[in-house]
């Protein structure tokens, strides 16, 4: 049964108008506009050649100094629908930040070859979809605005030339790979033996750079692209001519956590992997997704532990667009409620649950986060998104803030995708380097 949709509708405009009240202090991957969805970034030889893949994008700085857009593989589409026909005149223009995406104190002109703004002048109309809306993208950089430092950028998209009205802002990287990054993921960490934890040791090779004080050296620490549980590095445990060394670093103990669910709404006829069946009611499809399982602590049949770790192929939390029946997916495309449910005996008295993933930016925020029903004893969430295959994950957030995984459980063995950033910042220099990536 279809059940509270209006409603529904209407909080989340709502909770997006919100949204874009908050200030621009932090940037982040995030939609400012309730009209605005399906913000994507990926490298533009994937779209060229419509591989799906769903790597996650960043740019290296070539030997020229100079990113100029001719090459695909270092070159990004940035790309989102708004939704309606109407056209609207929107423009973006690339701002540098530091390592903790604040906006750093250096001029375009030391970070941009070309002009500063330009216009989305590509977009293309929805064919055949019950939901109409229209597909902007761009490439970046490109011919007009060029890239020569490294570093952290954000994208502002903004609406009919006005700077302050920001729809939309993608966070991207450039790498000047200058150091090497050896790194290692153990199970034996330095509080548990093959239990439910994971540990990084990492070390940095930095003959290139002639560090002359270890403090001028700063590692970021993702896991699976994730927000909430992101580590900087301020100290090396050893330093070594040439090598700093992070070992025995208990800020580097990550929750090893699950492999991530996933389903496949391809289709408005068939119900895909994951999918129970597909409903046309009221002009608008709805995906509703199988049951899903607690897989941790809070399952009732299972021990402390929970259920045990299942070896499950996954994205590591990402997504695709994807329909059936066609080549031009961007624009042929549905739109779909999906209907999450999470059936829990009792509300989560110590947190909130979310529905976590990069289909929602990697944040926990008003925007995925569950209601419960204690009529139903169950979670749920209804979430408006383009066809495609999505990977998710169930997270408790704390009323300290701190995210942990009780209704997935967490184990050694699960698979996770770990980035290693490395930011240079030596006396006197006026913004963050970032000079090595090494991905796990």
């Given at each position: 049964?279809?059940?509270?949709?209006?409603?529904?509708?209407?909080?989340?405009?709502?909770?997006?108008?919100?949204?874009?009240?908050?200030?621009?202090?932090?940037?982040?991957?995030?939609?400012?506009?309730?009209?605005?969805?399906?913000?994507?970034?990926?490298?533009?030889?994937?779209?060229?050649?419509?591989?799906?893949?769903?790597?996650?994008?960043?740019?290296?700085?070539?030997?020229?100094?100079?990113?100029?857009?001719?090459?695909?593989?270092?070159?990004?589409?940035?790309?989102?629908?708004?939704?309606?026909?109407?056209?609207?005149?929107?423009?973006?223009?690339?701002?540098?930040?530091?390592?903790?995406?604040?906006?750093?104190?250096?001029?375009?002109?030391?970070?941009?070859?070309?002009?500063?703004?330009?216009?989305?002048?590509?977009?293309?109309?929805?064919?055949?979809?019950?939901?109409a809306y229209t597909h902007y993208s761009f490439a970046f950089p490109n011919e007009d605005?060029?890239?020569?430092?490294?570093?952290?950028?954000?994208?502002?998209?903004?609406?009919?030339?006005?700077?302050?009205?920001?729809?939309?802002?993608?966070?991207?990287?450039?790498?000047?790979?200058?150091?090497?990054?050896?790194?290692?993921?153990?199970?034996?960490?330095?509080?548990?033996?093959?239990?439910?934890?994971?540990?990084?040791?990492?070390?940095?090779?930095?003959?290139?750079?002639?560090?002359?004080?270890?403090?001028?050296?700063?590692?970021?620490?993702?896991?699976?692209?994730?927000?909430?549980?992101?580590?900087?590095?301020?100290?090396?445990?050893?330093?070594?001519?040439?090598?700093?060394?992070?070992?025995?670093?208990?800020s580097l103990i990550f929750e090893g956590g699950n492999e991530y669910r996933h389903f496949?709404?391809?289709?408005?006829?068939?119900?895909?992997?994951?999918?129970?069946?597909?409903?046309?009611?009221?002009?608008?499809?709805?995906?509703?997704?199988?049951?899903?399982?607690?897989?941790?602590?809070?399952?009732?049949?299972?021990?402390?532990?929970?259920?045990?770790?299942?070896?499950?192929?996954?994205?590591?939390?990402?997504?695709?667009?994807?329909?059936?029946?066609?080549?031009?997916?961007?624009?042929?495309?549905?739109?779909?409620?999906?209907?999450?449910?999470?059936?829990?005996?009792?509300?989560?008295?110590?947190?909130?649950?979310?529905?976590?993933?990069?289909?929602?930016?990697?944040?926990?925020?008003?925007?995925?986060?569950?209601?419960?029903?204690?009529?139903?004893?169950?979670?749920?969430?209804?979430?408006?998104?383009?066809?495609?295959?999505?990977?998710?994950?169930?997270?408790?957030?704390?009323?300290?803030?701190?995210?942990?995984?009780?209704?997935?459980?967490?184990?050694?063995?699960?698979?996770?995708?770990?980035?290693?950033?490395?930011?240079y910042t030596p006396f006197g220099g006026r913004y963050d380097r970032l000079v090595g990536?090494?991905?796990?």
């Amino acid at each position: 049964m279809v059940i509270g949709v209006e409603y529904m509708k209407r909080k989340l405009i709502l909770l997006l108008l919100l949204v874009s009240m908050v200030g621009y202090a932090q940037h982040r991957t995030q939609v400012m506009d309730s009209d605005i969805r399906t913000l994507r970034m990926r490298y533009t030889i994937e779209a060229l050649e419509h591989s799906g893949s769903v790597s996650r994008a960043y740019l290296v700085l070539p030997e020229s100094g100079v990113i100029d857009g001719s090459e695909a593989e270092n070159t990004l589409e940035i790309s989102f629908d708004e939704m309606s026909h109407d056209v609207h005149q929107y423009s973006y223009r690339v701002v540098h930040c530091n390592r903790d995406w604040t906006e750093s104190d250096i001029s375009s002109y030391e970070y941009v070859d070309g002009f500063t703004t330009a216009d989305v002048v590509d977009y293309e109309h929805s064919m055949n979809t019950q939901q109409a809306y229209t597909h902007y993208s761009f490439a970046f950089p490109n011919e007009d605005m060029q890239l020569k430092a490294s570093g952290n950028y954000v994208v502002q998209i903004y609406e009919d030339g006005d700077q302050d009205r920001v729809v939309a802002e993608v966070c991207l990287r450039v790498v000047e790979p200058l150091v090497g990054i050896e790194a290692n993921i153990r199970a034996n960490t330095d509080i548990e033996l093959n239990g439910r934890y994971q540990q990084l040791d990492i070390d940095v090779q930095t003959k290139a750079l002639n560090v002359r004080d270890a403090g001028d050296v700063k590692l970021v620490v993702e896991q699976n692209g994730r927000l909430d549980n992101q580590v900087v590095l301020e100290k090396p445990t050893f330093v070594e001519p040439n090598r700093l060394r992070y070992m025995n670093q208990k800020s580097l103990i990550f929750e090893g956590g699950n492999e991530y669910r996933h389903f496949d709404a391809y289709s408005t006829y068939y119900a895909g992997y994951h999918v129970d069946r597909v409903q046309y009611a009221q002009g608008e499809y709805h995906a509703l997704l199988d049951i899903d399982e607690v897989r941790g602590t809070k399952n009732r049949n299972a021990g402390r532990e929970g259920l045990p770790y299942v070896t499950e192929m996954d994205a590591n939390g990402q997504w695709l667009v994807n329909c059936e029946k066609t080549d031009y997916v961007d624009t042929e495309a549905e739109y779909m409620w999906v209907h999450f449910v999470l059936p829990v005996d009792e509300y989560v008295m110590d947190g909130h649950v979310f529905v976590g993933g990069e289909a929602f930016g990697n944040q926990l925020s008003a925007l995925n986060r569950m209601a419960y029903d204690a009529e139903q004893k169950c979670y749920y969430l209804f979430a408006y998104l383009k066809q495609g295959g999505y990977d998710y994950m169930y997270y408790v957030m704390g009323k300290n803030g701190v995210t942990s995984l009780p209704l997935e459980g967490s184990h050694w063995q699960t698979e996770n995708a770990y980035a290693v950033w490395v930011y240079y910042t030596p006396f006197g220099g006026r913004y963050d380097r970032l000079v090595g990536c090494k991905v796990l």
